[in-house]
Nanobody, 123 residues
Framework: QVQLVESGGGLVQAGGSLRLSCAATGRSFNNYRMAWFRQAPGKEREFVGSVGRLGDVTHYIDSVKGRFTISRDNAKNTLYLQMNSLKPEDTAVYYC????????????????WGQGTQVTVSS
């Protein structure tokens, strides 16, 4: 098993930046492929992006490409999401998730989840 704890959320003005972190404890972090999801009020949980076990392969949804960057530090057992040029529509609770299986954009494909961190972008 792996336990995930997100941090770094907060309130930021449009155009600003935030860096989210996801600290992992438990079994070997580098055995897991990782992803970030987000969920806005009244909406379904949405895939944001993912990263392979070595950090060399990443995928993003179109709406965040060029603005968000996913990275991981396996030595520190930590996943990151650097968010730049934030927009009000990025407002959501952001979750990190881990899977020992293949990467997918479906929430059901992830076995482990953090508790989420709120990101609010004001206009």
């Amino acid at each position: 098993q792996v336990q995930l704890v997100e941090s770094g959320g907060g309130l930021v003005q449009a155009g600003g930046s935030l860096r989210l972190s996801c600290a992992a404890t438990g079994r070997s972090f580098n055995n897991y492929r990782m992803a970030w999801f987000r969920q806005a009020p009244g909406k379904e949980r949405e895939f944001v992006g993912s990263v392979g076990r070595l950090g060399d392969v990443t995928h993003y949804i179109d709406s965040v490409k060029g603005r968000f960057t996913i990275s991981r530090d396996n030595a520190k057992n930590t996943l990151y999401l650097q968010m730049n040029s934030l927009k009000p529509e990025d407002t959501a609770v952001y979750y990190c998730a881990a899977t020992a299986d293949v990467l997918t954009r479906t929430p059901r494909g992830y076995e482990y989840w953090g508790q989420g961190t709120q990101v609010t972008v004001s206009s």
